[in-house]
């Protein structure tokens, strides 16, 4: 395993995964009273830079790992920024099924790394 690799396409999956989640959710919080076809325009102007450093990253990402080890990342790199995303930006409560469902996706980082 190239940790250098690993690290280096964690960190930009997590930079793309808070852009996606600007551009899905960021819009509920401060344009709930636009037209929805103007929300979406600036929402793909976000997802844009999200994929900017998306596509980047799978590709880095795919050099050292495989192709459902880069999709199991990518989850629980989503999990671990949706969180935070929820609570601290949009305002929602902590639950406990927060934890559960990371117990879950951790479970399956370690099926799915477990052989590398």
Known sequence: MNWSIL???TVMLAVANFFMLLAWYGH????????WYLVAVISWGIALVEYLIQVPANRI???ALTLPQL????????LAVFVPFAVFYMGQP????YLWAAVCIMGAVYFI???A
């Open 61 to 63: 990402g795919y050099t």
């Open 113 to 115: 790394f477990r052989s």
């Open 94 to 97: 902590v639950k406990l099924d």
């Open 28 to 35: 509920l919080k401060h344009f709930i009273g636009k037209p």
């Open 7 to 9: 690290g280096q396409t």
């Open 71 to 78: 999709k199991i990342l990518q989850e629980a790199v989503t």
